[in-house]
């Protein structure tokens, strides 16, 4: 066959072909429901915000920001989030004032918060656990409803009083001291030296509450356990508590030059350290400071893991602009980068 006829049976060919693939393309969308047109238009898995926009980079870039002051409080775990992120939210979004309100008469904590907020006392409310189902129905006897948008990742540290001869514990161990089960550190491979546990009571927040449900098994404290009031307050105690340990949010515990963060383990010899290895001696210390082990939070080895939550009221007026619009301003890659330099893992 000569070239000059095999062009036009190519080219029919090649019409025919096109054909049929469109017409099975066709075919198939028709059977099996897919949108063509929505996979043809690219990712649709871009990153969102709160409000369901694409994912903003930079605080200026947020829309739908309301002007005003709104009150926000709640976790104490919070607290390196608004020493380092919103006061460059502030210098950013002068239109969108924040006061941070500490309870009148409790302890300021994810659930007081979350209480202030049902009660019409924030605007929005910054939790270290989610919310809770009675939370939700006392929501909803006002006439609202509540939504968590997490916005960072935290976990636990365990600390101990820097000269204590331990090298690590369990998770299972770590609630039998608790729950008074282990009450001398001989029982777990170190010095024979009375154990004394410190804790926040589980009134004053989210961590403990965590705490409690996750490590406990929701069993009461042993009566061994002294409460103290603040976590600044307890690392304080436990570097004069020969025998001393203490769990806290993982940014507050990690950097401290005066207590000793253990690694912690599902099973005995697995452990994982919250601190990126080298671990840095308390004599070093201020010099150089143990840092997050970052990877091991986000991909979840490190046991003892959660979210933090802003928790908004979902009411149709200003409060809930108001939240939304916090929490976008976190999941913005700036305000991740932040929440990183606060000590926190980001979330996306």
Request: glycine fraction near 10%.
């Amino acid at each position: 066959m000569s070239q000059k006829n095999e062009i036009p049976i190519l080219v029919l060919s090649i019409l025919i072909t096109g054909g049929l693939v469109a017409g099975g393309l066709w075919w198939f969308s028709r059977k099996s429901g897919l949108d063509l047109n929505k996979i043809n238009s690219g990712n649709t898995n871009t990153p969102q915000t709160a409000s369901g926009q694409p994912n903003a980079k930079t605080f200026n870039s947020v829309q739908d920001i309301p002007t005003g002051l709104f009150n926000y409080g709640g976790s104490t775990s919070w607290a390196p989030i608004r020493l380092v992120v919103d006061p460059v939210i502030q210098g950013l979004r002068p239109e969108f004032r924040l006061r941070y309100v500490e309870p009148s008469n409790a302890s300021p904590g994810s659930g007081t918060g979350i209480q202030s907020l049902i009660n019409g006392q924030l605007s929005f409310a910054q939790s270290s656990r989610p919310v809770l189902d009675q939370e939700l129905n006392r929501a909803q006897q006002r006439g609202f409803s509540l939504k968590q948008i997490p916005v960072a990742i935290d976990g636990l540290a365990v600390a101990v009083n820097p000269n204590l001869n331990i090298a690590a514990l369990t998770i299972d161990q770590l609630k039998s001291i608790y729950t008074g089960k282990i009450n001398n550190w001989s029982q777990v491979g170190g010095p024979n030296i009375p154990i004394k546990p410190y804790s926040r009571r589980i009134v004053d927040g989210g961590t403990v509450e965590l705490f409690v449900q996750d490590i406990l098994g929701g069993q009461a404290f042993s009566s061994n356990v002294e409460f103290i009031s603040t976590t600044t307050q307890a690392l304080q105690k436990l570097a004069d508590s020969p025998g001393g340990i203490y769990y806290a949010s993982a940014p507050e515990v990690v950097p401290q030059c005066s207590i000793k963060p253990l690694p912690l383990g599902r099973t005995q010899g697995q452990y994982i350290a919250p601190y990126q290895e080298t671990f840095v001696l308390p004599s070093e210390c201020p010099g150089k400071r143990n840092k997050l082990n970052i990877e091991a939070f986000k991909s979840g080895k490190y046991p003892i893991t959660r979210n933090l939550f802003v928790v908004v009221k979902q009411n149709g007026q200003i409060e809930q602009q108001a939240g939304v619009a916090y929490a976008n301003l976190l999941l913005t890659e700036q305000g991740q980068e932040l929440i990183t330099q606060a000590g926190f893992v980001k979330i996306r």
